[in-house]
């Protein structure tokens, strides 16, 4: 099923991020993960391309068939055009097709020097996505950023450059993880303003241990609010307390989000299952009030 029909029957839609494994990894890890995902209940799992230390599409084709032929569960198929030619993406939608995958979350990928050397199709994401409207009949959906990407000039440039590729044919967004819900807030009433009038689903990530927040707030740019630098101060010598401390910070952002109403939430759930399963037992009750209720 098509995701934006997902979110026209029932909101909140309630999503899982996973990663395949590396070339040297366990598949094992990620095959338990999605047992315990399935069991909660998701609306659609999405599965990631080229993160980890991986480039491949089929790693990301074969999750993504598996989740929704196994465990009868929509799948999004994670795809970035920064490294591929018009013939390499072509080749990626044929098979998506054949293995019946309806979802493809419309990505640039992050720039770096190789990538800059390479005489790639598509220089932004918003042009990946036009070529998909026009060829296609994938569902897509599209990275945004509460506080803005990391090489915009400004938030109010990001929000043009977003509102051009909501134009070129995106049904939904996913949001990059943050910290503070206010940044949220902001950014989806600035977005409404803009006429972005597509479903905005917000991206959650629990924090697990200190360098792992680290890195994501690297790449991110996202603000650390003071509440959550107490706690990685406090705990970061002892990380059960820290994943502890980390999913209560994350379920009560959650909480927020789907009482103040939001179209979704997406866990970016790191492949551990048992950090989503803590997360949704959280939110479960809330969730089926929300629905029950039609919000
Ligand atoms: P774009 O929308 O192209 O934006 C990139 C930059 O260009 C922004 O600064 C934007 O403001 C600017 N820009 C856009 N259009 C124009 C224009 N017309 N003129 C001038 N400037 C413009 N990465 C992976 O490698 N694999 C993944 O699986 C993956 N999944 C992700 C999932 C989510 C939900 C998110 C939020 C990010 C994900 N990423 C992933 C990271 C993503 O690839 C990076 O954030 C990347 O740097 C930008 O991708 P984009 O699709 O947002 O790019």
Do not use: W
């Not at 095959?31 to 990631?48: F, W």
């Not at 072509?90 to 979802?103: L, T, W």
């Not at 009038?197 to 690297?218: C, F, S, Y």
């Amino acid at each position: 099923m098509k995701i934006n029909q997902i979110f026209e029957q029932k909101k909140p839609v309630i999503s899982f991020e996973i990663f395949p494994p590396k070339r040297d990894g366990d598949v094992n890890t990620v095959y338990k993960t999605i047992d315990e995902l399935a069991k909660l209940n998701p609306d659609y799992i999405s599965v990631t391309y080229g993160a980890a230390g991986t480039e491949r599409s089929d790693d990301t084709l074969l999750m993504a068939s598996m989740i929704k032929q196994k465990y009868k569960i929509e799948s999004l198929a994670h795809l970035t055009c920064v490294s591929s030619s018009k013939k390499d993406l072509d080749d990626i939608f044929d098979k998506y097709e054949q293995h019946d995958i309806e979802n493809i979350l419309a990505l640039r990928g992050d720039l770096n020097v190789s990538h800059e050397a390479n005489s790639r199709a598509f220089k932004y994401a918003s042009d990946l996505i036009e070529y998909i409207h026009d060829t296609r009949p994938f569902c897509i959906g599209a990275a945004c950023y509460p506080e803005g990407h990391v090489e915009a000039r400004s938030r109010t440039v990001d929000l043009i450059n977003l509102k051009h590729k909501v134009s070129k044919g995106a049904d939904f967004l996913v949001t990059q993880l943050f910290f503070d819900n206010e940044k949220f807030y902001d950014f989806r009433n600035e977005a409404r303003s803009l006429d972005i009038d597509i479903p905005i689903t917000a991206g959650i990530m629990p924090v697990l241990n200190r360098k792992q927040i680290e890195r994501m707030v690297e790449l991110s740019g996202a603000t650390l609010p003071d509440k959550f630098k107490k706690i990685l101060a406090r705990y970061e010598h002892n990380p059960k307390a820290l994943q502890d401390a980390g999913i209560a910070y994350a379920s009560e952002q959650l909480i927020d989000l789907l009482s103040t109403g939001v179209d979704g939430v997406h866990l970016y759930v790191m492949n551990k299952p048992e950090v989503a399963k803590k997360l949704v037992s959280n939110i479960e009750n809330i969730v089926s009030v929300l629905r029950s209720s039609g919000q």
